[in-house]
Nanobody
Framework: QVHLVESGGGLVQAGGPLRLSCAASREIFSISTMAWYRQAPGKQRELVAA???????NYSDSVKGRFTVSRDNAKNTVYLQMNNLKPEDTAVYYCNANHYGLGRLFDYWGQGTQVTVSS
């Protein structure tokens, strides 16, 4: 059974930092692209950042230069370092693991962690 467990959410003032963590089961983490998505009230879930098994990263335009995604393969954990947070970053943040196998996409989600940025 795949488990993605997020931590690190909370309330922070605008301009402040916050780091999210997502621990995954080893068998999935080692073969998956890991990603962070977020969903604000009344909005669709959107991709924030992703990192492949090879360490290649991708960011949404809204967070480039402020957020950094990284992975620790020894700990089976992916991180999202968020700096210079803005009120519009307020959302539930979800960890995602995905990989291809047997001709299809396998997609796993964490339970989500709330990030609230006060102005």
């Amino acid at each position: 059974q795949v488990h993605l467990v997020e931590s690190g959410g909370g309330l922070v003032q605008a301009g402040g930092p916050l780091r999210l963590s997502c621990a995954a089961s080893r068998e999935i983490f080692s073969i998956s692209t890991m990603a962070w998505y977020r969903q604000a009230p009344g909005k669709q879930r959107e991709l924030v950042a992703a990192i492949t098994t090879g360490g290649y990263t991708n960011y949404s335009d809204s967070v480039k230069g402020r957020f950094t995604v990284s992975r620790d393969n020894a700990k089976n954990t992916v991180y999202l370092q968020m700096n210079n947070l803005k009120p519009e970053d307020t959302a539930v943040y979800y960890c995602n693991a995905n990989h291809y196998g047997l001709g299809r996409l396998f997609d796993y989600w964490g339970q989500g962690t709330q990030v609230t940025v006060s102005s």
